[in-house]
């Protein structure tokens, strides 16, 4: 498998439905049992903190990074392999991407919207090339595609803009995924925006 390190996007709140939380931590120990590091946001909260638990008690390494000023928020989760408490949000994206061959959107907030649509922006412009995966569960990401979809028809993006992530149904899914991935490739040259 390429893909040896993961970074996970997903809430610092569990949500309505106990099968975001179930799918967190299935995902948390398919990353574990299968050597696959976590990069996440650092928290314990939420399904942030369902994820890492899931990884670490499934014999993973587990990476946080989280900014100073919400390390007390989020409170910030000091069992894992490693926890950076960095100055800024643009110090904790950067590290995450950096650290990270692949993405994985789970449900989440505004942040996890901000996170995901960052790394889609850098995979468009050919900042990277690493996979991204929105893991769809329970539907919760129709409403986005929706608006994709009427951002492409309103002419502001290409015909082409969700050929930069898979949207897959479950961790089942994204483990599979993960495992089928090419190595990242080596951007080139923006294409036309």
Known sequence: MHIKSVCVYCGSALGESQVYTAQAQILGRLLGENGIRLV?????????GVVAEAALAAGGEVVGIIPAHLHDWEVGHTGLSELHVVDSMHTRKRMMVEMSDAFIAMPGGMGT???????ITWKQLKLHGK????MNVEDYWHPLLALIDSVVERGFARRGAKA?????PD?????????AAQPPQVPTKPDKL
Do not use: Q, T, W
């Open 40 to 48: 996440y946001g650092g928290g314990r909260i939420g399904l942030m």
């Open 171 to 179: 961790a089942d899914a994204v483990l599979a995924a993960l495992r």
């Open 164 to 168: 930069f992530f898979d949207v897959l």
């Open 131 to 134: 996979p991204i995966l929105v």
């Open 113 to 119: 919207l901000d996170e995901l649509f960052e790394v």
